[in-house]
């Protein structure tokens, strides 16, 4: 399964296209689909900032995804978030994308927006692992796995 191409903005205010524009030879995605979902998405954040430490090449993004709005509307939303995230790392790779989300859904086959969804790519945006809801022991041992495993097999 492959990685939409879509365009959005990070919260430095950068235009990005993705996936050619995530830096990572292997990057993890956090898809939210609603603002209650952040709390899900930080599940996450410790064991992803562990991987990107302890696998080199590995990055780590936040993709809020949000139905198309107008610019005004989306201006307000990104400068919201924004201002809640002093980090500028967070900023850098907090990427708001504005699209149809039914069809990035389909794309993906993320079922639903009920839950965040976890995903591993490649640097050509091909899924490798995938992941829904918050994080518990189980899902990280499974997205190491699936790191040793790719490394091993770059390695041959």
Known sequence: MQFPTVTGSNLQRSKLTLPQDFQGELNLVLIAFQQW??????????????????HPGVRYYELPTIQQLNVLARTFINEGMRAGLP??????????????????????????????????LDRQGQVLWRAEGDFTPEKGESLAEQLQMWREDEAE
């Open 87 to 120: 980090d500028p790392v967070v900023r850098e790779r907090t990427i708001t994308l504005y699209l149809d989300k039914d069809e990035f859904r389909q794309a993906l086959q993320l079922p639903h927006e009920d839950h965040i969804y976890v995903l591993l």
């Open 37 to 54: 979902q952040q709390t899900q998405v930080d599940t996450w954040i410790p064991f992803a900032r562990q991987l990107e430490e302890t």
